[in-house]
């Protein structure tokens, strides 16, 4: 604990700056050893554990990260933290990385016993999660999100004199969701994910192979996904905007249909939301899905 944190620079001027927080030096070595395999990464901060994580978040160690924050960018782009650490869990750490005005991109790494943690890790906006024992392709993979969602472009060599700093990032369909099936966690792409319909404190996601129950409200779902086409038409559901394919009335009122054929379903739409769901669909929005 309060060793001045290792750095490393793997390119000039393109790619992505990384933190990687895990409490045990070889989990911590395997990490930073396989981050700096990517040619996304520039540069790996490490830290170990949440306390000194925070503290060079904060640019206590790096002009350069300090430099960033002041322009208004994340401090890094993206933190792959151990979820498993003494003091400040990985958990705890991802909630404070949430109420940063620019947060960066998080990345869980978790053992076996700590997988049920995943699906509440959703809560706190975790991008990816990498299982140990960890191997280079999911590591790799998760490189490939991070780069997606702060708008980098995957070939490096197109970076060639770009800034080091990352641009905000735009909604992107890459989130993927942590769901529980039978002790196993499975991870679903939101862009795979037609409408979610509310159950209690619960929601279930209804893709085209099914359906996942989750523990968020849907009003919090409604917030976090309006930027990526996710409106709600009824108290019960909210809807992929892009998949629908009709909007009709019934004799109870309007509805809409999510895709076409045999998959086709129809959903309700109450009154108070009839007005903008027209709205939308006659004058989507520029930007956003």
Known sequence: ??????????????????????????????????????????RVLTAFDAAEALRILRGDYEQEVMARTKAGLPPVDAVFADINMPGLSGMDLARVLSAFRYPPALVFVTGVEERDALVTAFDVGALDFINKPINEERVLKAISRVADRVGRNPAPQAQAGASAQAMPAEPTDDEVIPVELGGTIKLVPRASVRYVEAQGDYARLHTQDGSHLVRIPLAQLEERWANAGFVRIHRSY???????????????????????????????VSRRHTKELKERIVRPPKSGW
């Open 1 to 42: 604990m309060g060793k001045m944190p290792d750095t490393v620079s793997t390119h000039d001027n393109a790619g992505l700056l990384v933190l990687a927080v895990d409490d045990e030096a070889p989990g911590l070595s395997e990490i930073k050893f396989l981050l700096e395999s990517s040619p996304h990464i520039r």
């Open 238 to 268: 909210l809807v992929a905007l892009p998949l629908v394919s009709e909007l009709r009335m019934t004799a109870n009122g309007y509805a809409v249909v999510i895709g076409s054929g045999e998959t086709a379903k129809e959903l309700p």
